[in-house]
T-cell receptor, first 115, second 111 residues
Framework: SQTIHQWPATLVQPVGSPLSLECTVE??????LYWYRQAAGRGLQLLFY??????ISSEVPQNLSASRPQDRQFILSSKKLLLSDSGFYLC??????????????FGNGTRLTVT | GQNIDQPTEMTATEGAIVQINCTYQ??????LFWYQQHAGEAPTFLSY????GLEEKGRFSSFLSRSKGYSYLLLKELQMKDSASYLC????????????FGKGTRLHILP
C-alpha cells in the first residue's frame, strides 16, 4: 500500500522567512501528487497538483510555489512567508496500485504557524 | 467553474442515522470521494464512487447520481467517535485529475 512521508509535523516561522516542505511517496509509481492547505475550521484548499515529473499546475495565485524533481517527491516552497500562509498543509497522492485506482491518500500534514 | 456544496454543520443523536448531502458542478467528473477528518488530523478515506448507485461499507454507505450532480453519505448506528468533519471531493478528469474538496460538514453527535 502507499505510504506518504511528510515533514515536519509542526513548524513556526517568522514573517518574511523562506519555507520548504517536502513530501515523498512509497508504494506506487507515477502518482498524481497534490498540496492542500486547510485554515483553522475550514475546508481543504487545493494549492498545486502534479501529474508527472516537472509538471505543476497551480490553483491559487499566491507567494507559494511547488516542484516535483523526482517521480515520488513533491516540494512546497516560499521565498517569503506571510501571516496568511499559516495553516495545515497536507500532501496527497492518487496513484495506481496493482492496476486499480486507489483512493486519494494523505500524509499526516504539517501545521505551519507564521508569527 | 467548479462548485461543491455541503451543509456546514449537522447534529444527530447517538444510535441514530444521519445523511450528509453533497452537490457538485464541475467541468468534468471522474469520481467522488468522501473523507472523515477529526480535529487536528489528516482526512481518512471513507468511499469513492465512480458509477451511479449505492455502495455500502459497514455502518457507512455512499450514494452517487451523476445526472443530478448529487451524492450523500449515510451513517448508521451513530457512535460518539463519529463526531468529526465529513469532506466531499470531486475528481475532475477534465482538468488533469484535479481533485477539489467541499468545505466539509461538521457532525456533532449528542448522547
Amino acid at each position: 500500500s502507499q505510504t506518504i512521508h511528510q515533514w515536519p509535523a509542526t513548524l513556526v516561522q517568522p514573517v518574511g522567512s523562506p519555507l520548504s516542505l517536502e513530501c515523498t511517496v512509497e508504494g506506487t509509481s507515477n502518482p498524481n501528487l497534490y498540496w492542500y492547505r486547510q485554515a483553522a475550521g475550514r475546508g481543504l484548499q487545493l494549492l498545486f497538483y502534479s501529474v508527472g515529473i516537472g509538471q505543476i499546475s497551480s490553483e491559487v495565485p499566491q507567494n507559494l510555489s511547488a516542484s516535483r524533481p523526482q517521480d515520488r517527491q513533491f516540494i512546497l516552497s516560499s521565498k517569503k512567508l506571510l501571516l496568511s500562509d499559516s495553516g495545515f498543509y497536507l500532501c496527497a497522492c492518487f496513484g495506481t496500485v496493482t492496476g486499480a485506482n486507489s483512493p486519494l491518500h494523505f500524509g499526516n500534514g504539517t501545521r505551519l504557524t507564521v508569527t | 467553474g467548479q462548485n461543491i456544496d455541503q451543509p456546514t454543520e449537522m447534529t444527530a443523536t447517538e444510535g441514530a442515522i444521519v445523511q450528509i448531502n453533497c452537490t457538485y458542478q464541475t467541468s468534468g467528473f471522474n469520481g467522488l470521494f468522501w473523507y472523515q477528518q477529526h480535529a487536528g488530523e489528516a482526512p481518512t478515506f471513507l468511499s469513492y464512487n465512480v458509477l451511479d448507485g449505492l455502495e455500502e461499507k459497514g455502518r457507512f454507505s455512499s450514494f452517487l447520481s451523476r445526472s443530478k450532480g448529487y451524492s450523500y453519505l449515510l451513517l448508521k448506528e451513530l457512535q460518539m467517535k463519529d463526531s468529526a468533519s465529513y469532506l466531499c471531493a470531486v475528481r475532475d478528469r477534465w482538468g488533469d485529475d484535479k481533485i477539489i474538496f467541499g468545505k466539509g460538514t461538521r457532525l456533532h453527535i449528542l448522547p
